[in-house]
């Protein structure tokens, strides 16, 4: 419900990712964060297909976040996003003429969820087609609805246990009218992800299997 | 000396009609001693007759002189005991057998006892006023004082002046919506809306506010049937937080004399909320300890302190 940042967390020379993520859920239990169950956020890509011909593809992200477990969010690349109920999946099964599932791309995020005072916090491993990506580190503060009010409050946190890996101002904060965060939809969030999921998407896949 | 004066005079205009008291009485029963002697010691009917009748006459027109001349003392009598400084109770030192009924010392006495009650009651409140924590206290050292002259107007204000005293606050500041409810009977509710940061749900009685909740912007204000929530408190611990603060400001922004200067103030101390995700602490300069930003706000310079760096 509240201003939502999302960011990469680089995995530490000389370690794995699991033992990443263990160091931060260490750090995050001696600032004094209560674990509170798990997360997961997934992404399912569509073509669409059968467009007047000449013009690339269309992708469209079909995702689900278990934070709003009876919802789902179909984000179109670089258009408009929708949030609707659980069974649009099956609709999209119908819609398989328009548009075509590509399974390879599916990409997931699962992890642990952590509540500080006012913050939640989840740390997540991003797995691709059972290959481990990379570290994702999700903080909400949840009290305040504009990003631009507690931005400075919230990189002082992050500071606290990401140390110098802070992220910058995210782009989706920018672009709304009055700098309100969209709330109860999580949109902003999803958006988030996803910038991120295509981020590691082109990256090239580390030689071993780090996980 | 125009009390003594007064007393003077007073004490000739008794004497006067003391005497014409005493006049009345005995023409009074001149009157009734003619009648009856009647006229037995008369010897012609005729002579005694006509004697008889002057006599009665006579008797009964200085009745009737007497009973004039008391009326006008009477008259002089009222009029300069009400201007004696304790009324009509003052006319008690007029009693000579002081050793029976001593009500008149008795009455001084006591006089002296209240004044000396209402001088000390007096000292006690300024001093009190001086370091009050509690409202009670601060209005009881008012009421020494000022209750005759202000009372009457501030705690039973038309709810008319109420509605004009919140819009003109509201007014003053815009980035502050005030909406007033009377959910039951007359005394309001307000419900303030801080910009984007958080809502505040003030109840008053009359001109006091009475107790206040401070919830996030994106926090239910209604319960389920639609009515003002004036009771759960927020979820997050900030404005928990900020509502005991409030609390602490209800309690120190106290000025029974004038309610509506104690309302303003508080709006302004409110409003430095709006700031509340923005401003670090100005003592430790840092935005968050213990997960919370500065939920304190200076009474006097609104500056923004976390609750430990306050003191």
């Given amino acids: 419900m509240g201003v939502t940042c999302v960011c990469q967390v680089p995995v530490t020379?000389?370690?794995?990712?699991?033992?990443?993520?263990?160091?931060?859920?260490?750090?995050?239990?001696q600032l004094g964060a209560v674990k509170q169950g798990s997360f997961c956020v997934d992404c399912e890509t569509y073509h669409a297909i059968g467009?007047?011909?000449?013009?690339?593809?269309?992708?469209?992200?079909?995702?689900?976040?278990?934070?709003?477990?009876?919802?789902?969010?179909?984000?179109?690349?670089?258009?408009?996003?929708l949030t609707a109920d659980g069974n649009f999946d099956v609709l999209?099964?119908?819609?398989?003429?328009?548009?075509?599932?590509?399974?390879?791309?599916?990409?997931?995020?699962?992890?642990?969820?952590y509540r500080y005072c006012d913050f939640l916090i989840k740390v997540g491993t991003v797995t691709m087609s059972s290959s481990g990506r990379g570290i994702t580190v999700e903080v909400e503060y949840?009290?305040?609805?504009?990003?631009?009010?507690?931005?400075?409050?919230?990189?002082?946190?992050?500071?606290?246990?990401?140390?110098?890996?802070?992220?910058?101002?995210?782009?989706?904060?920018?672009t709304k009218p009055e700098g309100l965060y969209a709330p109860a939809d999580c949109v902003d969030t999803m958006n988030q992800y996803l910038e991120l999921f295509n981020k590691l998407r082109k990256q090239q896949v580390p030689g071993s299997n780090v996980r | 000396m125009a009390d003594v004066m007064n007393v003077g005079v007073n004490l000739e205009a008794f004497s006067q009609a003391i005497n014409a008291i005493q006049a009345l009485r005995s023409s009074v029963t001149r009157v009734f001693d003619s009648l009856k002697d009647g006229m037995k010691n008369k010897e012609t009917l005729e002579g005694t007759e006509k004697a008889f009748i002057t006599d009665f006459q006579n008797n009964l027109q200085s009745v009737n002189r007497d009973l004039n001349e008391l009326e006008r003392l009477s008259g002089l009598v009222g009029r300069p005991s009400e201007s004696h400084p304790l009324h009509n109770s003052g006319l008690l030192s007029l009693d000579?057998?002081?050793?029976?009924?001593?009500?008149?010392?008795?009455?001084?006495?006591?006089?002296?006892?209240?004044?000396?009650?209402?001088?000390?009651?007096?000292?006690?409140?300024?001093?009190?006023?001086?370091?009050?924590?509690?409202?009670?206290?601060?209005q009881m050292g008012a009421s020494?004082?000022?209750?005759?002259?202000?009372?009457?107007?501030?705690?039973?204000?038309?709810?008319?002046?109420?509605?004009?005293?919140?819009?003109?606050?509201?007014?003053m500041f815009p980035d502050m919506s005030i909406e007033l409810f009377r959910p039951n009977g007359t005394s309001a509710v307000l419900l303030v809306s801080l910009g984007k940061v958080l809502k505040a749900i003030v109840v008053m009685?009359?001109?006091f506010i009475d107790r206040t909740i401070v919830r996030g912007f994106n926090e239910n204000i209604y319960s389920e049937d639609g009515k003002l929530d004036i009771w759960s408190k927020s979820q997050y611990q900030v404005f928990q937080k900020v509502t005991d603060h409030a609390t602490t400001a209800l309690l120190h922004y106290q000025l029974p004399?004038?309610?509506?200067?104690?309302?303003?103030?508080f709006m302004t101390w409110l409003r430095s909320y709006i700031k509340l995700f923005q401003s670090p602490c100005q003592r430790c300069g840092r935005f968050l300890q213990d997960g919370l930003p500065p939920t304190w706000r200076d009474f006097r310079t609104l500056e923004a302190f976390h609750d430990t760096c306050r003191m």
């Avoid at chain 1, 020379?13 to 239990?29: N, P």
């Avoid at chain 2, 004399?257 to 103030?265: A, G, K, T, Y």
Wanted: glycine share 4%; with cysteine.
């Fill in chain 1, 51 to 81: 467009n007047v011909t000449g013009q690339p593809s269309k992708l469209l992200y079909v995702m689900h976040n278990s934070e709003t477990p009876l919802s789902c969010h179909a984000l179109f690349e670089g258009g408009p996003c």
């Fill in chain 2, 205 to 207: 009685r009359s001109l």
């Fill in chain 1, 142 to 174: 949840c009290p305040c609805v504009v990003p631009g009010d507690c931005w400075n409050l919230m990189k002082e946190f992050m500071q606290t246990f990401l140390g110098s890996s802070v992220p910058e101002w995210p782009s989706v904060f920018s």
């Fill in chain 2, 96 to 138: 000579p057998v002081q050793d029976k009924t001593p009500l008149y010392s008795q009455l001084l006495q006591a006089y002296k006892w209240s004044n000396k009650l209402q001088y000390h009651a007096g000292l006690a409140s300024n001093l009190l006023n001086q370091q009050s924590l509690k409202r009670s206290a601060n």
């Fill in chain 1, 92 to 113: 999209m099964l119908k819609l398989k003429s328009h548009f075509q599932n590509a399974k390879a791309h599916k990409v997931e995020c699962r992890g642990s969820r």
């Fill in chain 2, 257 to 265: 004399q004038m309610p509506d200067v104690v309302v303003r103030s």
């Fill in chain 2, 144 to 171: 020494a004082k000022r209750r005759p002259k202000v009372q009457p107007s501030t705690l039973v204000p038309h709810p008319q002046y109420v509605d004009d005293v919140i819009t003109r606050i509201g007014r």
């Fill in chain 1, 13 to 29: 020379e000389g370690k794995s990712v699991q033992q990443t993520v263990d160091v931060l859920h260490k750090k995050l239990e």
